[in-house]
């Protein structure tokens, strides 16, 4: 089992619609989480964090975590051609002494005009 | 603006040559990390330093792989000798981590090597 899953995708939606992006972990000493997204040949670009339990929003985004579930989300609201990317999750692990970011593979988000 | 900077953009060599891709962190920042990207693997972690110290290695192949950070404003990876399988997008990113955790991580433009 991958410590980070998404679905690979690719998700489909039509513009203006809400996109819904989901991410499991298994690591349950796991405490930050990260929401990257990534351009088609350009580098992950930070757009979301949360730690705590609950949603946050910022804009159009809202990340969800539940640590109980194991699970963070990201929903895009009012969904833009611009916002045509692969989404990666990263999750705070910690093995051994070491801590650092976990990615997952990455859903690819299409948004259709 | 701060950005992490990565040379060169892209590489292309032939199997057995090294190769050696440099990393500028962001003024300030204390931790660096080096990530492999394909297709087929996803966004791997090759290594991880903090303040000039490596931490973690252990996603790097050992026999042909290495990175140091000879100061603070330069992380190198090198392979030494590189074959076809490493083609990739080798990404550095920076982070601050005053406490001991981990967190927020700024990416470079990467380094896309080919590997004939």
């Known amino acids: 089992q991958k410590e980070v899953e998404q679905n690979s995708g690719p998700l489909s939606v039509p513009e203006g619609a809400i996109a819904s992006l989901n991410c499991t972990y298994s690591?349950?000493?796991?405490?930050?989480f990260f929401w990257y997204r990534q351009y088609s040949g350009k580098s992950p670009e930070l757009i979301m964090s949360?730690?705590?339990?609950g949603d946050k929003e910022d804009g159009r985004f809202t990340a969800q975590l539940n640590k109980a579930s194991q699970y963070v989300s990201l929903l895009i609201r009012d969904s833009q051609p611009s916002d045509s990317a692969t989404y990666l999750c990263?999750?705070?692990?910690?093995?051994?002494?070491?801590?650092?970011?976990?990615f997952g593979s990455g859903t690819q988000l299409t948004v259709l005009p | 603006d701060a950005r992490v900077t990565q040379t060169p953009r892209h590489k292309v060599t032939e199997m057995g040559q090294e190769v050696t891709m440099r990393c500028q962190p962001i003024?300030?920042?204390?931790?660096v990390f080096w990530y492999r990207q394909t297709m087929m693997q996803g966004l791997e972690l090759l290594a991880y330093?903090?303040?000039?110290?490596?931490?973690?290695d252990s996603g790097m192949p050992k026999d042909r792989f290495s990175a140091e950070m000879p100061d603070a404003t330069l992380a190198t990876l090198k392979i030494q000798p590189s074959e076809p399988r490493d083609s990739a997008v080798y990404f550095c990113?920076?982070?601050?981590?005053?406490?001991?955790?981990?967190?927020?991580?700024?990416f470079g433009p990467g380094t896309r090597l080919t590997v004939l």
């Open positions: 990113a920076s982070g601050l981590d005053p406490t001991g955790n981990t967190d927020t991580q700024y």
């Open positions: 690591d349950r000493g796991s405490q930050s």
């Open positions: 949360i730690y705590s339990n």
């Open positions: 990263a999750v705070n692990a910690l093995p051994g002494s070491a801590r650092q970011l976990t």
């Open positions: 003024l300030g920042h204390n931790t």
């Open positions: 330093f903090r303040n000039r110290a490596p931490l973690d």
